[in-house]
């Protein structure tokens, strides 16, 4: 069915704050208000309090927002790239896929992340890694990516301070993201349906300058703690690529970068809001993940299903709906299910 020329179609963002922990937000009960803006969009949203991923880890969590499927039924159960050599035919057997289904509906579908993998099914465009997020970088090697991670702290700091090679693509700031987000819209005549993904709350928080603030927990103070060997050196190394040397210098730097992050997100909504659009979008603000920061005994990962690590955040905007919070739990693989219902789509989802 082609609806290109229905007007009073809904527009569709979603916005994924990659590692954005509900913990960290005033809203769900932080000290320090990070969120103005999305508290602001949220007095006009349903705040569903109480959402959870299926995974800690991006790719599979992803999988599951726009198939609307728990991992073991998707498929995609491991994080990129341990995934190559099987998903495209996952993808095959799947009968639904978000991006996909819009598209053939007559949505102008764009995707602004540099990070896509198997993700760009179903769009028009992609900010792709030859775009914005171009550069040399080794996560499509699982091998050597693991040797390197591997590597003792002191080879993987000079390896990191000799090289252009990354272990993941650029980062691409949130300010970034939405100046590029703004234009497309500008360059749209139909329906659109715009996912953006925001790493800015996701280690190294590569958006802001490392605070000054007061360190009371060295580096040494979190590494005495740390039982497990590896994981020692994993933690190290988070701090080297934050730059960072406190227990508290990085948790102030993840404030900040959520603050950053915040302000954009707001400084979109007032776009859309001054062009005549925030009344027919559906906006989505949701997290793949979030990470344990000290709780559990563990450090910049999401080991374990702790709620640190898969309690999300999730924010719709449904226009003409009051706004409202729920307490209900709920999971990312009702967000495709809700969006479809409030549309009124629910016919022939196996396309």
């Given at each position: ?246 227990l508290e210098e990085s948790k102030a730097k993840l404030d900040a970068s959520i603050i950053s992050m915040d302000k954009e997100i707001g400084r979109l909504v007032d776009y859309l809001k001054n062009k005549d ?75």
């Amino acid at each position: 069915m082609d609806i290109s020329n229905n007007k009073k179609r809904p527009n569709l963002i979603i916005v994924l704050t990659d590692g954005m922990r509900p913990r960290d937000l005033s809203m769900f009960g932080y000290d320090v208000e990070t969120d103005s803006h999305i508290k602001r969009i949220a007095n006009e949203s349903a705040v569903f309090m109480n959402a959870f991923s299926t995974s800690g880890a991006s790719d599979t969590a992803d999988t599951s927002i726009f198939s609307g499927q728990f991992p073991t039924t998707s498929g995609f159960i491991h994080q990129n790239p341990r995934t190559e050599s099987w998903e495209i035919e996952m993808l095959r057997k799947n009968k639904f896929w978000l991006p996909l289904y819009l598209q053939k509906l007559g949505y102008k579908t764009i995707s602004m992340t540099p990070q896509h993998l198997w993700f760009k099914k179903g769009y028009d465009y992609c900010m792709t890694k030859e775009g914005a997020g171009a550069g040399k970088y080794l996560s499509r090697s699982w091998i050597l990516r693991k040797f390197l991670l591997g590597l003792p702290n002191w080879a993987y700091v000079f390896g990191k301070k000799m090289t252009s090679v990354r272990l993941s693509p650029k980062f691409i700031t949130a300010r970034q993201i939405i100046d590029e987000t703004i234009e497309k819209i500008d360059e749209t005549d139909k329906p659109f349906y715009m996912y953006m993904q925001l790493l800015d709350a996701h280690c190294p928080y590569g958006g802001v300058d490392t605070p000054k603030v007061e360190s009371r927990t060295p580096i040494s103070g979190v590494l005495d703690k740390i039982e497990n060997p590896a994981q020692r050196e994993y933690v190290k190394k988070r701090f080297f690529d934050s730059d960072t040397k406190s227990l508290e210098e990085s948790k102030a730097k993840l404030d900040a970068s959520i603050i950053s992050m915040d302000k954009e997100i707001g400084r979109l909504v007032d776009y859309l809001k001054n062009k005549d659009l925030w009344d027919n979008t559906i906006f989505v603000i949701i997290s793949d993940h979030g990470e344990n920061y000290g709780e559990h005994g563990n450090y910049f990962c999401r080991g374990g299903l702790y709620d640190p690590s898969v309690h999300i955040p999730l924010i719709m905007h449904l226009p003409g709906l009051p706004s409202k919070k729920i307490n209900s739990m709920v999971a990312n693989i009702d967000v495709s299910a809700t969006i479809l219902d409030y549309m009124g789509d629910k016919k022939d989802i196996d396309g």
